[in-house]
């Protein structure tokens, strides 16, 4: 008897081709995988590197190729690694500062007393700028200060030609928001707190006891210690606008007594028409644009915009 065989179609034949190389890949998937990406590699397409997690952790080897992290499983479930923590800012490493001229240091008069207005008298402070340390000439300001070697009276005039205008519904919480002067002291670079004084035009205020953190624009506000001495202010209009005058303790930056000669760090603004309204302009004595870094902004709180000025004994 004759064994006849029926001659099998080219569909047939491409089915199973299909099967054998389907049983191919999935037995020896790994192993393909990995040859695949090493030629890849070969090529400098991808980036192939792998890093042991600690013994005892439960995972194996993680191979990690360019943009894609494959992590080890477990029961067939895969695991997400966590965002690395960012890096502190490079801002305060490398500084941008804009190219502009530095205020001229100012002096403290030795008084017993608030110190008196005099005519092209070499006391009165540089005018304030804007804090990208551009010169603003819509109003004027004017301040001198004097010590006795314990205390500090601040004497300023803020010229307004629409006193009218100015923003006084704010409480002494959010004195910064009215037209308003802050005053920052702090007695040296190494100082673990420096004190801010905010008094605004319709004689409301507040001061903050604040330590240093190691970011050089940032503090954290705390309480007060029991012996601090808190300001004495007032505020008045004159024809023409404000006058302000305040006493603050050279106690609550630690120094017990200034001597001549003797010097501590110093920042003063003022809100034009307070904070985050439409008019308000934040005038600096120490422009942060060119203390501080003009990438920043307008932070009042940069401790490298406060800066030195030094007691000198003058005919008052």
């Known amino acids: 008897m004759k064994l006849s065989l029926k001659k099998k179609s080219p569909g047939f034949w491409f089915f199973s081709l299909f099967l054998l190389l389907a049983l ?45 992290k494959v992590m080890p499983t477990k029961k067939g479930v895969q695991k997400k690694k966590a965002k690395p923590v960012a890096k502190k800012s490079s801002y305060f490493k490398k500084p941008v500062t804009a190219k502009l001229p530095k205020t001229k240091l100012p002096q403290i008069v030795w008084s017993t007393d608030y110190p008196v207005w005099k005519k092209n008298d070499p006391a009165i402070f540089e005018s304030l700028r804007k804090y990208d340390g551009t010169v603003w000439t819509k ?68 001061a903050s006891y604040i330590t240093t953190t190691d970011i050089p624009n940032r503090g954290s506000k705390v309480n007060a210690p029991k012996n601090f001495v808190y300001p004495r202010f007032d505020a008045e209009a004159f024809d023409g606008g404000f006058k302000l005058k305040v006493i603050i303790s050279l106690s609550n930056i630690g120094i017990r007594y200034l001597k001549p000669g003797e010097s501590f760090l110093l920042q003063v603004v003022r809100n034009y028409r307070g904070q985050g309204n439409k008019e308000s302009v934040i005038l600096q004595l120490f422009p942060a644009y060119i203390y501080a870094d003009k990438r920043l902004g307008a932070n009042n709180h940069d401790r490298r915009s406060f800066q030195k000025v030094t007691a000198t004994r003058m005919n008052n």
């Open 24 to 68: 191919i890949f999935s037995v020896f998937r790994y192993q393909i995988g990995s040859y695949a990406a090493w030629f890849l590699a070969m090529t400098r397409e991808i980036k192939i590197t792998e890093k042991q997690d600690k013994p005892g952790s439960g995972s194996g080897t993680i191979k990690i190729i360019t943009g894609v």
């Open 139 to 206: 109003e004027r300001t004017r301040i001198r200060i004097s010590t006795d070697g314990s205390r500090l009276f601040f004497l300023c005039r803020f010229y307004d030609k629409h006193p009218d205008q100015a923003i006084t519904r704010n409480n002494a919480t959010n004195a910064y928001r009215d037209d308003s002067i802050e005053i920052f002291l702090m007695k040296n670079r190494k100082s673990k707190h420096y004190c801010q004084y905010i008094i605004s035009v319709d004689s409301q205020g507040r």
